[in-house]
């Protein structure tokens, strides 16, 4: 408990005070790139904050297991859809095709 006190009593505001940071947003154009390099872990542990109370608020990145159905209209009554052919009719060549969506 102690680390957490020194973390947040003094060391935490030593590091905020010794930041650049500019009064206005035209001000942030001024900065060196140091100061960039400083702020960085500021600007890093911000946005974390703030995507954590952004999906505790809104529900941010749960899904819903609604993913829609690939066969959509053929054969619906059956589970597993199997085309059988006799060897004799099959000839020189032959495709066939499980893709759901398309019509043919």
């Given amino acids: 408990m102690e ?3 020194i973390l947040v009593k003094v060391s935490l505001p030593k590091y905020l005070r010794s930041l650049n940071v500019p009064k206005t947003f035209s001000g942030f154009a001024n900065l060196s790139g140091e100061d960039w390099l400083n702020l960085c872990p500021l600007i890093f542990c911000t946005a974390v904050f703030v995507m954590a109370i952004y999906r505790i608020v809104f529900g941010g990145s749960r899904r819903k297991n609604t ?3 690939v066969n959509q ?3 619906k009554e059956d ?3 199997v085309t059988q052919m006799d060897i004799e009719d099959i000839g020189d060549k032959i495709a ?9």
Avoid: Y
């Avoid at 066939?96 to 043919?104: A, D, E, T, V």
């Fill in 3 to 5: 680390t957490v006190h």
């Fill in 67 to 69: 993913a829609p159905k």
């Fill in 73 to 75: 209209s053929l054969m």
């Fill in 79 to 81: 589970s597993k859809v």
């Fill in 96 to 104: 066939f095709c499980r893709c759901w969506r398309s019509k043919k």
